[in-house]
C-alpha cells in the first residue's frame, strides 16, 4: 500500500511522462520537480529494478567511451542524457497499486489521442497542398510526415507505437470505451508512413496476441485493418516511392562497421558519428542524412564501443527475462502491465533495426516508465483495501 504523502510526487512523475507527447522541455521540468519531491519525501522501502546493474553498466562504458574519445567536450550530451534514467525509478517506487496503473496508461493513452488528432489534421491539410503542388517535398508519406508536437516525424510515430503496444494489453482492464483513443492512435500510427514504426507495431501485437483474449484482439486490429485498406493507395505509394532510405540505412550500416572494426573496445566517440563517418563510408556519395546510423546496436558499438553494445544488449535481456519472469508469478489485476510492458518493449526493439530510437529523448522517458510500472506492482500486494474498515473486533 502506498503512503497518502506520496500520491502528489506520483501525480508530478505521471505528469513528467504524458508532458513528453507534447514537449520534452517541460517532461524534462517536471521529471526535475518529480525527483526533488522524491528526495524530500525520503521513501521507505526504496525499490531498484532489476535492470539497475546493467544500466549501471551501460553508463560507465559510457564515461569510459567519452574519457577516451578525441572529442569529449562535444558527447557531453550523452552523459547528461543519465538524468532520464531516473523516470525507471521514480515509476517502480511510485505506481505501486493497480489503481495507479489504470490511471496511467489511461493518462497517457488520452494525451496520444490528442496528439494523434493534432497529427491527423496536420496529415489531412498537407495532403490537400501535396495535391497542389504534387512536390516530393510536400508529400506527406515521404518528406512531409505529420509530426503532432514534435519537431520530428520519428519521435512522434516512436512515442505513439509504444502508447499503442502499452495499451493493447490495457484494454483488459479499461473497458470498451477506451478503444476510441486506441483508434484515434492506431489511425496516427498507420498514417505516419514510418516503415520502423508499422514493423514495431506488428511485433508487440504479436508478443501478447497469446496473452489476450480474441475479442480484445479483433476489437484493437479492426480500426487498423480498416484505415489501412482506406489508405492502401497512399501505403502502396509510400511503400514503391524510389526515395534513398533503403540504400541509405546500408551505407550506414557498412560505415558503421568499419568504425567498430578500427575502434572495437570504445568507439569512435560520443556524438562524433557525424565527424567520423565521411572517414568511414564507402563511397564518395554520402547518404542525405549521417547523424546516426539508423540501428540502435550498430550505434552504440560504433560510437561507444564493442563494451557498452554488451551492457546495451544486457540491459534488454533482463528486461525480458525478468518480465517473463514476472509474467508467471503476477496476479490478475496487474498481469496487464506486465503484458504492457513487454509489448512496448518489443516495438521499441524491432524499430531500433531500422532507427536509432534509444538516442531519442522522448522515446526514451516514455519506454522507461511504462517498462518500469511492473516492478512497482509486483513487490507490493496486488489486493487494494485488503483490509476492510467495518470489522468488527472478537470480544474474548
Known amino acids: 500500500m502506498p503512503r497518502s504523502g506520496d500520491s502528489w510526487v506520483f501525480v508530478l512523475t505521471l505528469m513528467a511522462a504524458a508532458a513528453v507527447l507534447v514537449s520534452i522541455a517541460g517532461a524534462e ?62 515509476a517502480a517506487n511510485l505506481v505501486t497499486t493497480p489503481s495507479r496503473a489504470r490511471t496511467s496508461l489511461g493518462v497517457l493513452l ?8 493534432r497529427a491527423l489534421i496536420q496529415f489531412a491539410v498537407g495532403y490537400v497542398h501535396f495535391l497542389s503542388t504534387h512536390s516530393v517535398a510536400d508529400d506527406p508519406t515521404v518528406l512531409a510526415r505529420m509530426t503532432g508536437f514534435m519537431g520530428h516525424w520519428m519521435t ?4 505513439q507505437l509504444l502508447v499503442w503496444c502499452a495499451a493493447v494489453p490495457a484494454m483488459l482492464i479499461l473497458g470498451r470505451r477506451w478503444l476510441i483513443p486506441l483508434g484515434i492512435v492506431g489511425a496516427a500510427l498507420v498514417l505516419s508512413f514510418t516503415r520502423s514504426v508499422w514493423l514495431g507495431a506488428f511485433g508487440g501485437f504479436v508478443v501478447v496476441a497469446l496473452s489476450v483474449p480474441r475479442k480484445v484482439l479483433i476489437s484493437v486490429a479492426l480500426p487498423i ?26 551505407e550506414l550500416w557498412i560505415g558503421g562497421a568499419r568504425m567498430i572494426q578500427n575502434h572495437p573496445l570504445f568507439g569512435v566517440g ?6 567520423e563517418f565521411p572517414r568511414f563510408a564507402r563511397t564518395r556519395s554520402l547518404p542525405p542524412y549521417y547523424g546516426h546510423l539508423e540501428n540502435n546496436l550498430v550505434q552504440l558499438a560504433a560510437e561507444r564501443g564493442l563494451i557498452c553494445l554488451a551492457a546495451f544488449l544486457w540491459l534488454i535481456f533482463e528486461l525480458y527475462a525478468s518480465l517473463i519472469e514476472m509474467l508467471k508469478t503476477a496476479a490478475t489485476d496487474t498481469r496487464w502491465t506486465v503484458l504492457s510492458a ?44 485488503s483490509c476492510p474498515a467495518d470489522l468488527i473486533p472478537v470480544q474474548n
Open 225 to 250: 485493418a480498416l484505415i489501412g485498406i482506406g489508405s492502401s493507395g497512399l501505403i502502396y505509394h509510400r511503400l514503391s516511392f524510389p526515395d534513398s532510405g533503403r540504400s541509405g540505412r546500408f
Open 29 to 90: 521540468t517536471l521529471l526535475a520537480m518529480a525527483c526533488l519531491a522524491w528526495i524530500v519525501q525520503r521513501p521507505r522501502p526504496f525499490v531498484l529494478p532489476s535492470y539497475i546493474v546493467p544500466l549501471c553498466v551501460f553508463m560507465a562504458a559510457t564515461i569510459l567511451s567519452l574519457a577516451t574519445s578525441p572529442q569529449p567536450e562535444i558527447g557531453m550530451g550523452a552523459v547528461r542524457k543519465f538524468v532520464l534514467f531516473t523516470m525507471g525509478l521514480l
Open 156 to 159: 512522434f510515430s516512436g512515442e
Open 342 to 385: 513487454l509489448s512496448a518493449l518489443t516495438g521499441f526493439v524491432i524499430a531500433g533495426f531500422f532507427s536509432y530510437n534509444f538516442g531519442d529523448s522522448e522515446v526514451l522517458l516514455l519506454l522507461l516508465f511504462i517498462v518500469s510500472l511492473p516492478y512497482g506492482l509486483i513487490r507490493t500486494v496486488p489486493i487494494e483495501n
Open 270 to 275: 560520443p556524438e562524433r558519428i557525424q565527424t
Open 110 to 117: 488520452v494525451v496520444a489521442a490528442a496528439t494523434s488528432i
